[in-house]
């Protein structure tokens, strides 16, 4: 298994467009999120989805946008960049809700925005 | 915000040693669970604790959770310099929200 893979590794964009993050799962995860770290913090929650055709709003959406057309795949859209949007984005997938399953999670993607 | 504060932000303690971290939270959760990040990668369970637990082990690894007091706290015993990370503890609210501390960024000297 490839786990959860994030693409791409690095990115800059200038302020006013708009990119996919892609993410992507092979362990059959209803659970997907997105999350970014900002630096010497910790992860906020972006946006979630429990199963496919399912997403919700976490902890900081605005300016963002998912779907979830399939269990694997989890894009999450810019669609305008902001500087205030620099981070590191992690996405991340577990086998379910509830109070037992762990996340686990992709390598990140690190985004500037100039 | 929901997001739990860590302490201290940072450890700096010798290889040998054993290292206490804590977490505080805001309100009911489902589980608490500790993550550790190497520097620019992504995060690693470690371990989870119900809400109805109150200790839990895994290795060199020791978790408690005080629900009165919406606290957490993390001891990784006899330290090692592989164990040099931030580590990170995240709540589970409404069974679908994850909200994630600040950190302790931790440094084991050889």
């Known amino acids: 298994n490839a786990g959860v893979t994030q693409t791409p590794k690095f990115q800059v964009l200038k302020t006013g467009q708009s990119m996919t993050l892609q993410c992507a799962q092979d362990?059959?995860?209803?659970?997907m999120s997105w999350y970014r770290q900002d630096p010497g913090m910790g992860l906020r929650l972006i946006h979630y989805?429990?199963?496919?055709?399912?997403?919700d709003q976490g902890e900081v959406p605005n300016g963002y946008n998912v779907s979830r057309s399939t269990t694997e795949d989890f894009p999450l859209r810019l669609l305008s960049a902001a500087p205030s949007q620099t981070s590191v984005y992690f996405c991340?997938?577990?086998?379910?809700?509830?109070?037992?399953?762990?996340?686990?999670f992709g390598p990140g993607t690190r985004l500037t925005v100039t | 915000s929901q997001q739990g504060e860590e302490d201290p932000q940072a450890l700096s303690i010798q290889e040998g040693e054993n290292a206490t971290m804590n977490c505080s939270y805001k309100?009911?959760?489902?589980?608490l669970q500790w993550y550790r990040q190497n520097s620019g990668r992504g995060l690693v369970h470690l371990i989870l604790?119900?809400?109805?637990?109150r200790e839990k082990h895994s290795g060199r690894l020791r978790v408690t959770l005080d629900t009165s007091k919406k606290s957490s706290s993390l001891l990784i015993t006899a330290s090692r310099a592989a164990d040099t990370a931030s580590y990170f503890c995240?709540?589970?609210?409404?069974?679908?929200?994850?909200?994630f501390g600040s950190g302790t960024k931790l440094n084991v000297k050889p």
């Open positions: 309100t009911s959760i489902n589980n």
């Open positions: 362990m059959n995860h209803e659970y």
């Open positions: 989805s429990v199963g496919a055709g399912i997403t």
């Open positions: 995240a709540t589970l609210y409404n069974f679908n929200k994850f909200y």
């Open positions: 991340a997938s577990s086998l379910s809700t509830g109070t037992d399953y762990e996340q686990y």
């Open positions: 604790i119900r809400s109805n637990e």
